[in-house]
């Protein structure tokens, strides 16, 4: 055991100016065994029934906690979300944090202050923060700039009330719409959702919060997309499909932590995978930050996976796995000495994630010397800043699925509109799961929604002053319709010039909503009796604007020869109903991209675009059909775009080699607006089977009308690299096809580009494709 020494005097480990090495050195060896375990856990000052749970079993798990007194007699490593748990205005929550913090500084033997973790996906979520668009609705704004800008405003509201690390980005490609947590991903394709993440992790650590890449990794690729359940994955498939978008943040972004996932691959708990948490995400690729647990993911290993026998063991599986922090409390890490079959190995395995636990209070200021936290303060967190980005992501977030009949935009002279829907009034279905409102404020309902949000209506009455705006729910979300309540709104669509059917989602955690964390979903038909409410309004003959306000995408091909007009919104957070406003009525040209597709059935699930040949639609190979009503990168504009053919500056290149492909696209129509250029590529011969196209660049252009622009993407050869027979990444000889398109099957004629040489083996590969965009002189 270790023994403890006299703090000395100088404490050179509180040295600003020494090197971070020798601080931490110095401070690990004035540690005690039990200090040194307290800096791998955190405490959470929560309790509460089964029915108010925001986290999986948290109400089993939490039982018997100490208080924290007891908890942080020796040190503590994390505050689990003093701001994010019961409803706490800005002032006290920090002054909750800086009694904690000063506790620890006074009142421990080395006075070691803890690192302050809160959730932050939506925006900083605690009362009063502004409610960002989720996740999926960054991805249809293919706006890398826009989604740093966010992140950065939402680290520097963290960062100014104590916070010091955020639980965000999600980086899990989606592989089945019907998973609950479809809305907090950046969609189906690992580029897009690398891209857009290492933008988020950018901007959030440009601010000084720690950011964390979850949930590591296979998450979303749960057996019937279910939550938790198992993975069926080969390590080919979990490496080109799954893995890339992690290893983008870590090696272009330089995020400092990473969370594991629930889930088990190949019959192995991510908590407890070395492979995945300690040889690929540090050997390979150099990751130097901390792993920290999702919520009693260790007690999982002995509760819910059957991996270990006691929480002893269970927590030597983690950390020797390596995962350095536990959470949200301390558990097993505290009975790491229990019946240990290897003391010296567990030694080496505290001492190493201790090791890394202080460096990064070191580097986010924690152990300088007269380090005190930040005086409570009134910080307003939902400021006029922080609303204008939310307005911009939603309204560039918003897609223009169909507009067969030109109804949109909205005349200026119309009369009467019915907004009909289930949630056609309620401002929380524009925001997700982990947002406040939804995530903690239905516990607290004298509290409302604790953020001024406008609903579609009074969005639609403002945008439209002339128009009489008239509001039936037409069907509850999920519970069977009754008559009356369809036939009411039969009655009030009747009467009107145009109908606004809003249908979808309503997010809630663990069933309590249709989308979120375990509110998984049994099929991809509308919830409830949503479909018989739209079958019912478009049997009025009224032109009918369906509008999809939800967390995944629902099979709307029974709708998309009858409605006028579709609309979708992947919760658009608390600026929404303005921007749906803006896109209904014209005042804001819609140019969101699809970064999912849109069922057309609910059969033949799951798909996704990146399916190989035998995994496609056609060939009449199965009875069952899974073309989408609307293919990947879908959106219309208000205006219209024409591309010119792909054009590439060689026609070969070395193994090793960069190739420069070029598209120039011009806005065609009358009005200014923007569209996504997208690049795609096709491995038509290769060692393994290949998706039959995959994008591997993307460019968000703004144009006039009239005006003409140059995208030229520079792509490495690693573009074309993935997983070969041997189990590497390799760049393989032979023709590569590249289109480019403003959908996925909206493309240009394919370009062939040789690849010459033998085949090569990748080990640091080049990960993004660079992008310029030049505008040329109008005709």
Not at 278 to 290: A, M, P, S, V
Not at 759 to 779: K, S, W
């Amino acid at each position: 055991m270790t023994q403890p020494t006299d703090v000395v005097a100088a404490r050179v480990w509180a040295e600003p100016t020494t090197d971070i090495d020798t601080r931490v050195e110095a401070l690990l060896a004035e540690m005690t065994d039990a200090e040194k375990l307290a800096q791998l856990g955190s405490f959470w000052a929560d309790k509460r029934e089964s029915t108010q749970i925001i986290a999986p079993m948290q109400d089993v798990l939490s039982k018997g906690r100490p208080p924290f007194d007891e908890a942080s007699a020796e040190g503590i490593g994390h505050l689990t979300r003093v701001f994010g748990t019961t409803p706490v205005s800005a002032r006290d929550g920090m002054a909750k944090v800086h009694e904690s913090q000063q506790h620890l500084i006074t009142s421990t033997r080395l006075g070691i202050p803890a690192i302050v973790h809160e959730e932050c996906l939506t925006g900083f979520t605690t009362l009063g923060a502004t409610v960002y668009p989720a996740s999926m609705a960054w991805a249809a704004t293919f706006d890398a700039p826009l989604v740093r800008e966010m992140a950065h405003a939402i680290g520097s509201d963290m960062a100014a009330v104590g916070v010091h690390h955020g639980l965000s980005p999600v980086l899990d490609v989606v592989t089945d719409y019907r998973w609950g947590r479809v809305e907090e991903t950046l969609g189906e394709d690992p580029y897009v959702v690398g891209t857009l993440a290492t933008a988020y992790v950018e901007g959030l650590q440009g601010a000084g919060i720690i950011a964390t890449l979850k949930h590591f990794a296979g998450h979303a690729t749960s057996r019937g997309g279910r939550n938790h359940a198992p993975v069926s994955m080969g390590e080919r498939e979990l490496r080109d499909l799954v893995l890339p978008p992690f290893e983008m943040a870590v090696r272009m972004g330089g995020a400092k932590s990473v969370m594991n996932s629930y889930t088990e691959l190949d019959r192995v708990p991510a908590a407890a995978d070395r492979w995945l948490l300690t040889d690929l995400l540090r050997g390979e690729w150099g990751f130097d930050g901390t792993v920290v647990s999702d919520y009693w993911a260790v007690a999982f290993l002995k509760s819910k996976h059957g991996v270990a026998g006691t929480m002893a063991d269970a927590g030597r599986l983690a950390l020797h796995a390596g995962i350095d922090v536990e959470l949200p409390d301390i558990a097993a890490y505290r009975l790491l000495a229990e019946a240990d079959p290897d003391p010296a190995r567990t030694r080496d395995d505290i001492d190493t994630a201790v090791r890394r636990v202080l460096r990064q209070k070191i580097e986010v200021g924690l152990l300088d010397d007269g380090w005190t936290p930040a005086e409570p303060a009134d910080v307003d967190l939902d400021s006029a800043r922080n609303r204008v980005i939310a307005r911009r992501l939603a309204e560039e977030s918003i897609v223009l699925l169909d507009n067969r009949r030109g109804i949109l935009p909205l005349a200026e002279d119309t009369r009467r509109i019915a907004v009909i829907g289930p949630c056609a009034d309620d401002p929380r279905a524009m925001m997700g799961a982990y947002s406040y409102p939804i995530h903690v404020m239905p516990r607290h309902p004298e509290l409302g929604l604790g953020i001024d949000a406008t609903t579609i209506p009074d969005a639609l009455c403002a945008a439209l002053p002339g128009a009489e705006v008239v509001v039936e729910q037409g069907c509850p979300l999920i519970e069977p319709a009754h008559e009356r309540q369809i036939a009411v709104a039969v009655a009030a669509a009747a009467s009107s010039d145009v109908v606004v059917a809003v249908v979808g989602d309503r997010a809630g955690m663990f069933g309590k909503g249709t989308s979120g964390e375990g509110s998984d979903a049994p099929t991809l038909d509308l919830p409830g009796d949503q479909r018989r409410l739209v079958d019912a309004l478009l049997a009025t003959g009224k032109p009918l604007v369906l509008l999809v306000l939800s967390g995944r995408p629902y099979a709307l091909g029974a709708h998309t020869q009858r409605a006028a007009a579709i609309v979708q919104s992947f919760m658009p957070g608390v600026e929404g109903a303005a921007a749906i406003a803006g896109v209904l009525t014209g005042a804001v040209n819609p140019s969101g991209h699809l970064p999912v597709q849109i069922p057309r059935t609910n059969g033949a699930l799951p798909h996704t675009y990146l399916a190989p040949p035998l995994g496609q639609d056609g060939d009449r190979i199965s009875n069952l059909s899974i073309a989408p009503a609307f293919p990947f990168g879908h959106g219309l504009s208000y205006t219209t775009f024409e591309l010119g053919d792909v054009r590439l500056d060689r026609d070969e290149i070395p193994n090793d080699g960069t190739v420069m492909a070029s598209v120039t696209v011009t806005n065609t129509g009358d009005r200014a607006g923007a569209t996504v250029v997208q690049l795609y590529s096709a491995d038509p011969v290769a060692q393994v089977t290949r998706p039959v196209q995959q994008l591997v660049g993307y460019a968000r252009v703004p144009l006039e009308p009239g005006d003409s622009a140059s995208v030229s993407f520079e792509l490495h050869a690693d573009r074309f690299s993935f997983t070969g027979v041997a189990r590497r990444r390799i760049v393989e000889p032979g023709v590569v096809q590249l289109t480019a398109g403003l959908s996925l099957t909206d493309v240009t004629a394919s370009a062939d580009l040789m690849i010459l040489g033998p085949e090569r083996a990748v080990q640091n590969p080049a990960l993004a494709t660079g992008v310029r965009i030049e505008r040329e002189d109008a005709a």
